[in-house]
């Protein structure tokens, strides 16, 4: 068997493994999803075994506890009020596994709620309230405009300008992460999950929104000159240290739009005076003291949802299963590392 089909059979098996509506998204991607993640590599690099976005993590075992407002929102057993147990995973955005922790770049949170019956939610949650491109169309143009020119090995900087001012929206993640310190810990930072879905309740009536993880203790960022005396690998450690000393937690909050609100684009946030509901609240019990843990092999894919949770007509979101299950299959060849 070549490496091609070797790769394409594992990923979908793993596609299979999240279900027939992930597969089914897998079979109708709109863009090659070997060539999206090909593509992740040229520009991000190529690690063996580590995940092609969020490459540096940590696993986590977590509780989640439902609020009435929640039941009241949704049919999802997640909101029960019951304890539901969690798997997560804390990471910085991109390919590299060495990447700096001191960086004004992405923080990752990402979830899985195993609840009863079998059921599972994954969760996909970044520290910035929109995502890097529109559609998968535009994702993949603006990775292939950060390729490497072959003679200078760096971007050509007329390419990557003449993208980004075509596709403006590109540009919008940067721009807030640039606003925003360097947090000071896993737990400091919010986490928003950037696509709208559908909370369907008990006499099938849907609330759109889109929500965020709030940290309980609040936020906290670095100045530039606490950022570099921390140094480039201080997060794991800090957030281990926090949660056995008790109290990292956040609040699972759900934005909900109105009449004329856009859900299907994640890089357009609700207005901000929408009103929010806390749907619960979810405590860190636990961080894996070394590179193993419950979280190696999970994709974390947002499509993957309980009855009671429906996705909307947002491209990117539809389109994340495919390359997920690639990555994924990639990964179960090479070896699959944290």
Same mark, same amino acid.
């Given at each position: 068997?070549?490496?091609?089909?070797?790769?394409?059979?594992?990923?979908?098996?793993?596609?299979?493994?999240?279900?027939?509506? #992930? @597969?089914?998204? +897998?079979? /109708?991607? $709109?863009?090659? =999803?070997?060539?999206?993640?090909?593509? &992740?590599?040229?520009? !991000? *690099?190529?690690?063996?075994?580590?995940?092609?976005?969020?490459?540096?993590?940590?696993?986590?075992?977590?509780?989640?506890?439902?609020?009435?407002?929640?039941? #009241? @929102?949704?049919? +999802?057993? /997640?909101? $029960?009020?019951? =304890?539901?147990?969690?798997?997560?995973? &804390?990471?910085?955005? !991109? *390919?590299?596994?060495?990447?700096?922790?001191?960086?004004?770049?992405?923080?990752?949170?990402?979830?899985?709620?195993?609840?009863?019956?079998?059921?599972?939610?994954? @969760?996909?949650?970044?520290? /910035?309230?929109?995502?890097?491109?529109?559609?998968?169309?535009?994702?993949?143009?603006?990775?292939?405009?950060?390729?490497?020119?072959?003679?200078?090995?760096?971007?050509?900087?007329?390419?990557?300008?003449?993208?980004?001012?075509?596709?403006?929206?590109?540009?919008?993640?940067?721009?807030?992460? /640039?606003?925003?310190?360097?947090?000071?810990?896993?737990?400091?930072?919010?986490?928003?999950?950037?696509?709208?879905?559908?909370?369907?309740?008990?006499?099938?009536?849907?609330?759109?929104?889109?929500?965020?993880?709030?940290?309980?203790?609040?936020?906290?960022?670095?100045?530039?000159?606490?950022?570099?005396?921390?140094?480039?690998?201080?997060?794991?450690?800090?957030?281990?240290?926090?949660?056995?000393?008790?109290?990292?937690?956040?609040?699972?909050?759900?934005?909900?739009?109105?009449?004329?609100?856009?859900?299907?684009?994640?890089?357009?946030?609700?207005?901000?005076?929408?009103?929010?509901?806390?749907?619960?609240?979810?405590?860190?019990?636990?961080?894996?003291?070394?590179?193993?843990?419950?979280?190696?092999?999970?994709?974390?894919?947002?499509?993957?949802?309980?009855?009671?949770?429906?996705?909307?007509?947002?491209?990117?979101?539809?389109?994340?299963?495919?390359?997920?299950?690639?990555?994924?299959?990639?990964?179960?060849?090479?070896?699959?590392?944290?």
């Amino acid at each position: 068997m070549t490496r091609y089909c070797a790769t394409t059979a594992l990923s979908l098996a793993a596609a299979a493994a999240l279900g027939a509506p #992930a @597969l089914a998204q +897998a079979q /109708a991607a $709109s863009v090659d =999803p070997n060539r999206m993640v090909d593509t &992740f590599e040229r520009v !991000g *690099g190529k690690y063996d075994g580590y995940r092609r976005s969020g490459a540096k993590g940590v696993c986590a075992v977590a509780e989640f506890i439902g609020s009435a407002d929640g039941r #009241a @929102l949704s049919t +999802a057993s /997640a909101f $029960s009020g019951r =304890p539901v147990p969690v798997i997560a995973r &804390f990471s910085v955005g !991109g *390919g590299n596994p060495k990447a700096p922790d001191n960086a004004k770049s992405q923080r990752n949170m990402a979830l899985q709620f195993d609840l009863p019956g079998g059921e599972t939610w994954q @969760l996909g949650n970044i520290s /910035a309230p929109v995502f890097g491109a529109a559609t998968p169309e535009q994702l993949l143009g603006r990775l292939e405009s950060l390729l490497p020119d072959p003679e200078t090995k760096k971007p050509n900087p007329e390419r990557v300008k003449a993208f980004a001012d075509a596709n403006p929206e590109v540009l919008l993640q940067g721009k807030h992460f /640039a606003t925003q310190p360097v947090p000071a810990s896993y737990d400091a930072v919010n986490y928003w999950g950037v696509h709208g879905f559908g909370f369907v309740d008990a006499a099938g009536r849907k609330q759109f929104g889109k929500w965020v993880f709030e940290p309980v203790g609040g936020t906290l960022g670095l100045s530039d000159e606490e950022a570099k005396a921390r140094g480039s690998d201080f997060l794991f450690d800090e957030l281990r240290q926090r949660v056995a000393a008790g109290g990292v937690a956040f609040d699972f909050k759900l934005q909900l739009a109105e009449a004329g609100d856009r859900i299907d684009s994640a890089v357009t946030p609700l207005p901000e005076q929408r009103k929010k509901l806390t749907l619960g609240r979810l405590t860190i019990k636990s961080v894996a003291a070394d590179a193993s843990g419950p979280c190696l092999g999970i994709a974390f894919n947002p499509m993957v949802l309980p009855k009671g949770i429906e996705p909307s007509a947002d491209p990117m979101l539809a389109a994340r299963a495919a390359p997920y299950a690639v990555s994924q299959g990639r990964r179960l060849i090479e070896g699959a590392k944290q």
